[in-house]
């Protein structure tokens, strides 16, 4: 905890590193060393309220006791309502300050994958040096190192200059739609912000921070045949039916698209037969049929990653122009829904890790590299991609 709180500080402070720690930055040292107490029991104490993305009430409560720390560091904070995308809502925190420096957008989420009804529910430290609970790394953890820097900062005498903003959403793990409502505000903040910093962990590795984050949405395929006899298929009447065209599409999808560098596209779940009846909440659902009739219907659901809107738009057009190549008395279609954008991999993302890694190597602790896009999944901070 304090070492990443104090990587992040002198980042702050000195964009170019330096090969020792100035003053200053022994001063912001002393007080992350003294302090990480109080940093541990702030992360036991929001990680012990469940905060499942579907436990509105404990999203709320955790994001007050954020925003009670915000509040005090002279942050102006709101909450945001998420009534209108069927979630808990967001944390908002503005910091304007004497200087004329450039303004960072700081990113953490306050909910987690764990639901009350999950028997993972508590904070339990394991050894001298290591502790387990439900979100204490995604992120939590990260959550309050973005506090625990700032009130560094304060300390030192350094926030009252700054230019900041702090956004925690409230449901980075099941995110509420329509997502362009849900995240309005995380994508307006970063319209007026200079750089952006996610705080949630990448690979669990401290030698490691992301540069570069794959995108990740959803797709639909819907094929349509003629049901006959079975004795009938191929006939010029019948053609191929819906389950030999459905195969058609996913393997050319595969020759075509498998081995472009970091794009993948998985059919997660197929339907298929006389009769479909698709359960979308479930993502499932039940198909009937008989072996001696050609499959009138199937249904194809799974997701794409691409690492750059580019690459997005080159996959969703290759797959668009398979679907259109239909076999004979078939008919496709293949919609794609909103999903995260990728994080693309920009000269800008390497210089800020280049930074990272000299202030790592200043504090006397590892090297810090890139985690590769396939081992970083989607993150809210891909959002503001297009703006910082």
Request: aromatic residues 8%; hydrophobic residues 40%; glycine residues 10%.
């Amino acid at each position: 905890m304090k070492k990443s709180i104090l990587l992040f500080i002198v980042i702050l402070i000195h964009p170019i590193c330096y090969a020792q720690l100035s003053k200053l930055e022994k001063k912001i040292s002393s007080f992350i060393d003294v302090n990480n107490p109080d940093a541990l029991k702030l992360l036991e104490e929001v990680v012990n309220v469940n905060s499942g993305s579907m436990n509105f009430d404990g999203v709320y409560k955790v994001g007050q006791i954020f925003k009670s720390r915000l509040d005090a560091l002279g942050f102006k904070t709101q909450w945001i309502d998420g009534k209108p995308f069927e979630r808990a809502g967001h944390l908002i925190g503005y910091h304007t300050g004497n200087g004329t420096g450039k303004t960072l957008l700081l990113i953490g989420h306050l909910d987690t994958v764990f639901e009350p009804s999950s028997t993972f529910q508590k904070y339990i430290i394991l050894n001298d040096s290591t502790a387990t609970g439900p979100g204490i790394s995604d992120m939590k953890g990260g959550d309050v190192i973005i506090i625990y820097s700032l009130e560094a900062l304060k300390q030192s005498g350094l926030l009252k200059d700054m230019n900041l903003i702090v956004v925690m959403t409230g449901d980075e793990e099941l995110s509420g739609r329509p997502l362009a409502l849900a995240r309005k505000d995380l994508i307006e903040a970063a319209k007026v912000a200079d750089i952006s910093i996610g705080f949630e962990d990448g690979k669990s590795d401290p030698k490691t921070a992301v540069s570069s984050r794959r995108g990740a949405s959803g797709w639909e395929l819907k094929v349509k045949g003629v049901p006959a006899h079975s004795s009938q298929i191929f006939t010029d009447n019948i053609g191929a039916g819906a389950i030999y065209e459905t195969s058609r599409i996913l393997t050319e999808f595969y020759q075509k698209l498998s081995t472009e560098k970091d794009l993948t596209f998985n059919p997660g779940v197929i339907l298929g037969g006389s009769d479909v009846n698709r359960e979308i909440k479930l993502n499932g659902g039940f198909a009937y049929g008989k072996t001696n009739i050609v499959a009138k219907e199937t249904i194809v659901t799974g997701d794409i990653r691409a690492v750059s809107p580019e690459q997005l738009k080159r996959a969703e057009t290759t797959m668009q122009q398979i679907v259109a190549n239909h076999l004979p008395q078939t008919e496709a279609t293949l919609t794609f829904d909103e999903g995260y954008p990728p994080l693309a991999p920009t000269e800008g993302n390497y210089k800020l890790l280049d930074y990272y890694n000299k202030v790592s190597k200043d504090l006397s602790l590892e090297k810090v590299v890139a985690v590769n896009p396939r081992d970083a999944g989607a993150a809210d901070i891909s959002f503001t991609a297009s703006f910082v």
